[in-house]
């Protein structure tokens, strides 16, 4: 075969490029040459000088079937050589891309959540026994009966056409995590205006798309004046997969885990994760395969070096993933603010940084702002009165406390004249 040399030379070359790379493929690798390493180069090597040779077979009489042997010898030379190097990178120790045996843990499912119309929550009976049993404690055991994370049940009283009412959604932050009990930002509200009505549908773990589902399954019955969206950068990869409750698994110890049904593959597109073995995997804190194809090429050495090289190539690629986290999340923001115009409730954001965006705001946070005044909603920046002291995980009890009075001041003065924009505070766009 007229080429067949030059194919055979191409595959040396990139054999001795996967040696030359190793170190930048396979973390914990050591820097510098190591035996094994030095044989896959040699290898690579061998193999474009042997192609080098093979035009000289050109030189000879032309016989029949001649092209066909000169590609089986190709085919012939690389398989040989692609196990060879399969067995080099087995003894040389290194783990696969996925373990060759699925971890046997005995992990079961913990029934505490619950996704429908309303959105993802929590189950009322299973977190009441789960606390009585003491699997939870403090603020994961405030749950109401529409399994929210309100002390207030959401049923509709005679005198609400005669009260305030504000409905409130987000997630772990608003749902007033590593705050003491009833001391939340959202608590410090209700505090600071106790004769209206407010309802906390934050969950855990959610984002922008799950606060869509819970306004259009609540609001309704509350009518609130006011909705209010606490906005964290998490929700912007987290509006990239379908809304749905993460698993909580135990082990025979009692050891809790908490894991999701869904992964990102290469590209950003959501993969629901095989049920059959997500369970094993998560347990040992192992990412489980997309596929059984996949599983079949990462159980192999040399399928780990294409699988680490094609992450480490698609890495360079995040920044169109973050476009297509921006698309969605204004998609839903949209939503949110035309659901709340739909019922003549007045829109407005929180919008919760992290720790580090209170010196230098980054890329998402700075993305955040821009939407909103694209969208035209009206936000508070959280980040106004705290300090890195306020953040453990999330806010501490004091940063809660601040930003619960400073969330209050342009609640109230917006229940006074009904307008936001007398609050110096809220930028309205």
């Known amino acids: 075969m007229k080429n067949a040399w030059r194919a055979l030379f191409v595959v040396g070359l990139l054999i001795a490029l996967f040696g030359v790379g190793i170190d930048y493929l396979l973390p914990g690798a050591s820097p510098g040459l190591n035996l094994p390493q030095f044989l896959i180069i040699a290898a690579g090597f061998l193999i474009a000088a042997g192609a080098l040779l093979m035009p000289r077979l050109q030189h000879r009489p032309r016989r029949p079937g001649r092209a066909n042997k000169a590609l089986l010898k190709v085919l012939a030379v690389t398989l040989v050589t692609l196990v060879l190097l399969e067995i080099l990178l087995a003894a040389w120790g290194r783990n696969t891309y996925f373990p060759r045996q699925i971890p046997q843990e005995n992990v079961q499912e913990i029934p505490w959540g619950i996704c429908d119309e309303l959105g993802c929550r929590k189950q009322y009976e299973a977190v ?83 606060a869509v589902l819970s306004f259009a399954g609540i609001a309704p019955r509350l009518q609130p004046h006011l909705s209010i969206l606490g906005f964290y950068m998490n929700d912007f990869p987290e509006n990239l997969v379908p809304k749905d409750m993460s698993l909580r698994l135990v082990d025979d110890a009692g050891r809790q885990i908490w894991v999701s049904r869904y992964e990102k593959d290469r590209w950003g597109n959501p993969v629901v994760l095989p049920e059959d073995t997500v369970n094993a995997y998560l347990a040992v804190g192992a990412i489980p395969p997309a596929s059984g194809l996949e599983r079949l090429i990462g159980t192999t050495h040399l399928g780990t070096l294409a699988l680490r090289t094609l992450d480490f190539v698609l890495g360079v690629g995040e920044d169109e993933s973050f476009e297509r986290q921006v698309r969605l999340t204004r998609q839903y923001l949209a939503q949110l603010r035309d659901q709340a115009a739909a019922i003549d409730s007045q829109f407005l954001v929180l919008l919760i940084p992290q720790a580090w965006d209170l010196e230098s705001p980054g ?52 229940f006074e004249s009904g307008k936001l924009s007398d609050c110096g505070s809220v930028v309205m766009p």
């Not at 980040?383 to 995980?393: I, R």
């Open 363 to 414: 890329e998402p946070y700075r993305t955040a702002r821009r939407l909103f005044e694209e969208l035209k909603i009206p936000y508070i920046e959280a980040g106004d009165v705290l300090t890195p002291a306020d953040y453990t995980d999330h806010w501490n009890t004091d940063g809660h406390q601040k930003v619960g009075a400073y969330l209050s001041e342009c609640v109230v003065a917006y």
């Open 128 to 210: 009441v026994d789960a606390c009585a049993q003491g699997y939870l404690s403090g603020i994961r055991c405030v749950i109401n009966r529409d399994g929210f994370g309100d002390t207030d049940e959401f049923v509709v009283a005679d005198d609400f056409p005669l009260r305030d009412r504000i409905l409130i959604m987000g997630d772990s932050y608003t749902r007033g995590f590593h705050a003491d009990v009833g001391k939340s930002y959202v608590d410090r509200l209700e505090v600071e205006m106790p004769e209206a009505v407010l309802w906390n549908v934050a969950e855990p773990g959610t984002a922008t798309n799950q």
